[in-house]
């Protein structure tokens, strides 16, 4: 199989990088017997055996904190977090502990782990499954986050996460999980880290998204065109630490940007951006950044998401506002 | 080596898994109405429960969790407490909400994905739903801690799962309870699952009642499936918290008859003998032999029972389904109660994009 | 006595607020009879009793979990977090359930408390005492986030955050605790939440920060005044909601902005006020926004620390590139 | 009710606190050459405490975390660990590091406000100091784990205080222990303060050791001022978890002979009345009163010794004090294993800005 989904690329890259490397182990709430509640993990206990793919007891610090330990004694932790929802217990071992040994000891210990957790809207869920706080880790120093946005990048990314000799913070939009398929070759070729993907080259604007709103911003591009607007889209991928060339370089010949993500406006990822624009791209603009955002209020339960994520028709008033500016 | 401790956790069962009482019941099953009502919130948390799951396979509500099998361990618990207890539920405590007031469209429209439904009736100060696991331990602590703060003689409950007593959050919440001698009784319904993770996973702790030696407090398991059991020991905790005896812990040991929720396929991880076994200890089967024995409860009474109980669950999806529409701005109102000029500023923004799909 | 030191502002605002309000509840890890490891909470056992002001077992999630109860149930629980860098158990039960109480239950309950902490550099503690994590807070729909940074300031708005109907968190500068005396009259007034405040009127650019890097700025603008460069200095004081007016108001007369704080740079709040700027002020600017803050790495133990946050040298340079450029 | 479960907590002591034994005393105590190596690292650890106060008082290294009156807790446990193990301290642990070959300077650098003394000798793969309370119990797990996947007979040593405790970290690492019974020992050193806290406020529970009840394993109190109990017991104990036989957990009943660290003030809240009972309880007096009895352990030799150990220690100050300046590029030297673009960046900024003041 190769034309897979989002959720199946994850589980194929589990799947090579523990059958290439013994000191990969996956580990979290429902993982094993269960195959992850999003089936991400299945069957990797049948093949790897429940020594290097376990079910937890409930406790996020736990999983984390193991997590740590393991790294630390040469091990490569790949633990899921159910929900993103559900993160903030571990956030502590991750910001205090996981992002620093190497930098406390200077080198004598270090971190290589990936936390991965499912993220952002869109499965009718209960409350707190809708969560988008890439923000808060993006703002760790010590720490990557990686948000991949379609099977292929998924994919590659997740095997660079594992190898990676950091941790990584690895967040898989849910809501992309299985919205279309792609040819995924099981070659083990990782993808870069640190690195913002241009998915389509355009000449009036620069649009730049991550996780599922690549979705959106995508079909809004795809529209915008048909109106005589030439969107580049940027696929962020690694939203911490920035990729700022490609954004600088993009805007550079653009000059115009209009950044989206599902998460609460203020202080978000977006933010980074802007800024940096704001600094290092200001000669360039000839327009107002715009940020198309989640409004600045907890994420709705079911029947109002819709109108809080960014829609595509938010996300071409926006562009059409910027351009028009 | 001196022995410094020791410790004991006792069991109490009244009826067995057939309804035959294992010794002399307590005064209050012996009181028809009383018992009659505890078996009517029990079915129509089970009729309740069922009619929830059918909305959700047609497409009405949204992911939800049953309640199936908990009907003792909840209208056992809810029966002994007073209106000016504070309750702190998980996500499945739909029979206790029932009983404590809480209408079941309010319940639905929660599953149903509209916060609407939490500005709910029965005790207003009682906790919404909480779905981070054992968080909601350390609430009943802090509200406990107001009762004794303010010198009222109430007490506060808190539901969690054998899963939750994993969480940092639910031993620093008997940790609190205990040290400051609050007045909150924690009751663990032990169903045997955390999803898919059995609760021999989970510890290798041999009760969950013995967490409580930890705090100090304590602890004890009852027979979740048998209502007398949970009724009678849920008492005389709350009556102990209220009087300023302390916190305890009730491990009640039942089984979930059904899926983890309705997103959840549990064939996956248990085997079917296992919940074939499981049937047969559940509580509503029991308590019906109760009523049965003890007060001459009738099939025909039984039938007018459903068909009440069926028509007053219908009712309630009925208002549920026919609320108003929320609508985006909502989202806004209650975010702060002095709202900052910038979040205005997006309302205005949000107006002019409606919620689409589900809305 | 009204000439007072920040640390001792805080304690006369407690002591005031208890006074006259019975349902405010102080409590915290040493708050009790040690009276604070910073001596912010002196003497309150004393006055208001052991059932008012107690000491709590060492659990920073369970002290967030008490006040949350605690609150809804109508109390106004105003508990401390020894250092911010102990903060992150409690992170969960303030974005789980502090920031969400009132709008989950449609204004049913809410959660009015606030939670003390010191937060950045300047003791020479060892590791995780000098946190500047006020971003993380700040991307929190449903939290105020507020920063004193002088006497008067830190009792002003501290009564107002306390009488506030929902969820504050009140960051402390150590470093500015002792650094100065100011007369505070006791006289229960509070400051507006909400709010940035001009500290100095200028014209060549505007100097924005909090805090304890509230210092360093100021006397940056004074150094660069003697050097003819006239800034305007914003003391931002509640970093969110942010107060956008007065940013953009302030850089509309003088075109130009430099922010200044502690915390680690990328995903900072800075960026968020960057951000503001690049599209609601960008035909303001005159010149790219520069945001001078600690660099992207964990803050160093204390024989580097000077040399992370922002020295009055590098605000001065930065001031002078902007204002150059 | 029926009684499901039984529990019970033992205490051990050997030496009363006039180091006489109370019983037998196990096999090693009988090894000259042993007891004099613990008598003497014992020793060290209060020199070299002695004299980072000195230091601290001076202003010469940062606040301090002083470990008088944990010597015995300290060494009995390292003594008994091997290069192996893998030992996570909390902040007070200088005697078990420098037991295990950690160089004084190095434990000095980092209160010293530099990284560079967590590069330190020893096992490499020890943890280094843990600041926030009880998270280093769940690296030690995680350590075990990783011990146990490998199939590797060692085993990891957590350490931690009474307050730790109350911490949520600390029960998640003991439950998780338990369930998947991890070859790691809790260590708990209730010094009867968690700074200003006495245990009692801690915790409603009579003993720290009966927390182990709540996780399923096996918990125990020790008298931590007799090196021979705290030795004896946790031979056992990581002899145990080092044969796949699981965890357990310590209590050494000990007293924080110091104030908290070097920033805290004791006297506004513990009496003196009590320091001074605790005094005459300390572990070195009983030591020494041991090696005085059992192998003719004269005043001269003390005396040697002292002189012995304070030029030891001296040695390690003039080291740590003539170590070369950090510099302000370091900081971003091991923030990565590979540098993103954005960081080398700043480190040219960085550059320009040497540290002022205590660089
Ligand atoms: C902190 C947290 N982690 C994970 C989840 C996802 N989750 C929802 S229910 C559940 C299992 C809970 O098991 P248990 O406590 O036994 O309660 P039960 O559902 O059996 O009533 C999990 C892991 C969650 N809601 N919160
Ligand atoms: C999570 C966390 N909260 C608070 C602190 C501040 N603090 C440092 S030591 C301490 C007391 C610890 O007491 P205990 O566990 O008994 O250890 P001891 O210092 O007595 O050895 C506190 C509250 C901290 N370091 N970490
Ligand atoms: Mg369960
Ligand atoms: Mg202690």
């Known amino acids: 199989m190769s034309n897979l989904t989002l959720v199946e690329a994850v589980n194929q890259a589990l799947a090579w990088e523990m059958a290439h490397d013994d000191s990969v182990v996956v580990f979290g709430e429902d993982v094993g017997v269960n195959g992850g509640v999003f089936r991400a993990t299945d069957g990797l206990q049948e093949r790897f055996g429940a020594a290097r793919v376990f079910d937890t007891p409930l406790a996020e610090a736990m999983i984390a904190g193991l997590a740590v330990g393991m790294a630390s004694q040469g091990l490569k932790p790949v633990p899921e977090i159910q929900f993103m929802g559900f993160i903030y217990p571990a956030l502590d071992q991750i910001i205090s502990h996981a992002s620093r040994l190497r930098n406390r000891t200077r080198g004598r210990l270090t971190c290589p782990m990936v936390l991965r957790a ?106 915008l065109a048909g109106e ?86 938010r996300i071409k008033d926006a562009v059409r506002e910027v351009v028009e500016a | 080596m001196s022995v410094v401790a020791r410790f004991e956790i006792r069991y109490t069962q009244f009826l067995d898994p057939h309804g035959k009482a294992q010794k002399e019941l307590p005064e209050f099953a012996a009181n028809a109405d009383q018992m009659a009502r505890m078996y009517r919130f029990m079915r129509l948390t089970r009729v309740f429960d069922q009619r929830c799951i059918n909305l959700q396979r047609t497409g009405q509500v949204g992911t939800i969790a049953s309640s199936r099998g908990h009907e003792a361990a909840q209208i056992g618990v809810a029966a002994v407490m007073q209106p000016e207890d504070v309750m702190a539920p998980s996500y499945r405590e739909h029979g206790a909400a029932i009983w404590r007031g809480v209408r079941m469209s309010q319940l639905l429209a929660v599953w149903g994905g509209d916060e609407r439904g939490h500005n709910w ?21 802090g509200a406990a801690l107001a009762l004794k703060m303010r010198g009222q003689a109430s007490c506060a409950v808190a539901f969690c799962g054998d899963g939750a007593t994993s969480e940092g959050a639910f031993y620093e919440a008997l940790n609190a309870a205990g040290a400051m001698q609050l007045p909150v009784v924690f009751l663990v319904t032990n169903n045997r699952y955390a999803i898919s993770m059995p609760v021999e996973g989970q510890t290798a702790a041999g009760t969950l009642a013995q967490k409580a030696i930890a705090a100090g407090i ?131 923004i949000a107006r002019k994009y409606p919620a689409p799909g589900h809305g």
């Not at chain 1, 997740?158 to 809501?175: G, T």
């Open chain 1, 118 to 223: 499912p993220f952002g809207t869109g499965i009718r869920a209960p409350e707190h499954h809708s969560e988008s706080t890439e923000a808060l880790f993006a703002h760790m120093p010590g720490v990557r986050v990686v948000i991949p946005s379609s099977p292929v990048r998924a994919y590659g990314l997740l095997l660079s996460a594992i190898r990676d000799p950091d941790p990584v913070v690895f967040l898989e939009p849910k809501r992309v999980y299985r919205a279309f398929r792609q040819e995924v070759p099981d070659n083990g070729e990782g993808l870069p880290l640190d690195h913002a993907f241009v998915t389509r080259p355009g000449t009036d604007l620069t649009l730049i998204s991550w996780g599922a709103s690549a979705l959106e911003t995508w079909n809004a591009a795809g529209e």
């Open chain 1, 228 to 313: 005589g607007i030439d969107c580049e889209v940027i696929d962020l991928a690694t939203v911490s630490p920035l990729d700022k060339e490609t954004i600088l370089e993009s805007v550079s010949r653009t000059g115009r940007a209009v950044i989206v993500h599902e998460a609460a406006v203020s202080g978000g990822v977006g933010a980074e951006i802007a800024a940096v624009l704001a600094s290092e791209g200001l000669y360039s603009l000839e327009a107002p950044v715009m940020r198309v955002g989640g409004y600045d209020t907890v994420p709705p339960l079911a029947r109002l998401e819709y109108g809080y994520i960014p829609s595509v028709q």
């Open chain 2, 121 to 141: 009736d029965g005790p207003r100060h009682d906790f919404p739903y909480c779905v981070p696991i054992a968080t909601q331990c350390l609430h009943a602590a």
């Open chain 2, 218 to 348: 304590p602890g004890e398991q009852v027979d979740g499936n048998d209502v007398v059991a949970v009724r009678h020991r849920c008492e005389q905790a709350l009556r102990k918290a209220r009087s300023g005896g302390g916190p305890s812990l009730l491990e009640a040991l039942s089984y979930r008859l059904s899926d983890h929720t309705t997103a959840d396929d549990a064939t996956r991880y248990r085997p079917d003998a296992e919940v074939e076994a499981a049937r047969l200890r559940e509580p509503l089967r029991r308590a019906r032999r109760l009523m049965e024995e003890r007060f001459g409860w009738t099939e025909e009474q039984e039938q007018a029972l459903t068909e009440e109980l069926e028509a007053e669950v219908e009712a309630e999806v009925e208002a549920y389904l026919s609320a108003p529409k929320p609508q985006i701005e909502e989202i806004f109102e209650h975010q702060f109660g002095n709202m900052p000029p910038m979040l205005a500023a997006q309302r205005e």
